[in-house]
């Protein structure tokens, strides 16, 4: 590797070179668990910058010692793919790098357009990798571009900060672009110098997507103005991330007052100033994966400022909603859908995992109010959703009431009304976690009972 990096000077190399030399030795997980090697794999397209990429990487592979992989990811968009699928796969080869080829579908109903579908796809499948980081090919054209493109939507600081050198992709995986800081320029030199081959997307030309519009149109404009433009603007996206750092930081301290479990309390919230309202709402809903449009973000902000305390207002944003009750913001699944009715055998320790109703149900021994262990042991167990008119009595000394009434009575939010699985012992109702167990089937005194728990699946979209 000694003479590749006489042959490559530029301080942004360098850069590229101190970003994966520092994560081997202190951030991958080889070295944090004693493993004996890291193992990066590439994303691997078959163009200019990540086959410059795949290339640099693999002369590097001796002298930092770790495992290098690809993947290349087959959208089917073009005409081209099959070809430029078996390409990838040959030039890997050619470096000893093995190199997986993944085929995916684009989901175009949520409304993210072809290009959106397709990074969403492709990093659905990074995810996905055994790896210890997932190396990237963006480089600083694709940088200065991704700035432009969000500032013409109007984007604030986390948006103007544009790609990050280094986050985190999974609780595994973390993400890796070391030519952030090199020019496009710059790689097609390395590549001529040392005989690459790559392929060319035809789409790349249509500027019908902005970004290509902003890269053959706009970009050499700015040029012609600034030459210095490439440096100036990823200059301009590190102020802008560290001024999105301190947001976070602040964010996170007024998260921890007015977080409730995972609901956003507004009471706190509206102590706050109207800037810092904004910053940590902004905040807790990205970490539900959403970020609102400017129009949407208003009228959440009159949601829970304006909305009448006995009234339930949702914004619905794609797959997931935003709704208040009873003085707090709650994220949700958009669909209100009970799951299908099924026989379950409880499993008192681990508890029981219902994918088809988004959630775990789980048991916790008590001394009272639980549902009586040999029930559990020995009669036929079933979850299923509201019918309507269904009745409940909470203990033998009180009255049989709707479970709607109890509902009502308990503050159960009405989404949870609609999602949360009842559960039937032979056929009767016997038990709603958060409200209680019927009264015939609790557990005597001196008997070991058992109280159901439903824990839905964190909502992230």
Known sequence: ????????????????????????????????????????????????????????????????????????????????????????????????????????????????????????????????????ALILAHHQNDQAETILINLLRGSGPAGLAAMPVQRQLTRSIELLRPLLQTPRAELLDYAQAHALQWVEDESNQDTQYRRNDIRHNVMPAIMG?????????????????????????????????????????????????????????????????????????????????????????????????????????????????AGPTQSITPNLLAGNDLPDWHGELRWTQCETGGIAEHWLNTATISVQGRQGGEQFKLAANRPTRSLKAHCQAAAIAPWLRETTPLIYIDGQLAAMPGLGVNAQFQASAGETGWLPEWRPYTHRV
């Open 225 to 337: 103005i600034s030459p210095q433009a490439l440096t100036t603007l990823t200059r301009s996206a590190i102020h802008q991330s560290e001024v999105n750092e301190l947001l976070i930081e602040i964010a996170e301290q007024d998260l921890a007052i007015c977080r409730n479990d995972a609901a956003l309390a507004l009471a706190p919230w509206q102590q706050l100033s109207s800037v810092r309202q904004k910053n940590v709402l902004r905040h807790w809903l990205g970490l539900a994966g959403i970020v609102l449009e400017l129009r949407a973000f208003n009228e959440l902000l009159r949601t829970a400022i304006d909305a009448a305390d006995d009234t339930h207002p949702a914004l619905v944003w794609r797959n997931a909603a935003i709704r208040r009750y009873q003085g707090h913001l709650h994220i949700t699944q958009a669909s209100l859908q």
């Open 1 to 132: 590797m000694a003479n590749t990096k006489k042959k490559l000077q530029p301080k942004s190399w360098q850069a590229a070179y101190d970003l994966i030399a520092g994560f081997i030795q202190h951030g991958s997980a080889g070295s944090r668990f004693n493993l004996p090697r890291a193992r990066l794999c590439v994303g691997l397209s078959g163009g200019l910058d990540s086959t410059v990429l795949l290339h640099w990487l693999a002369n590097l592979r001796d002298e930092l010692d770790f495992e290098l992989t690809a993947v290349h990811v087959h959208h089917g968009l073009s005409p081209n793919a099959d070809t430029w699928a078996l390409q990838a796969q040959a030039f890997a080869c050619q470096l000893a790098v093995p190199c997986a080829v993944q085929h995916v579908q684009l989901d175009l109903r949520q409304g993210r357009g072809v290009e959106g579908a397709a990074r969403k796809a492709r990093y659905a499948v990074y995810e996905q990798q055994d790896c210890d």
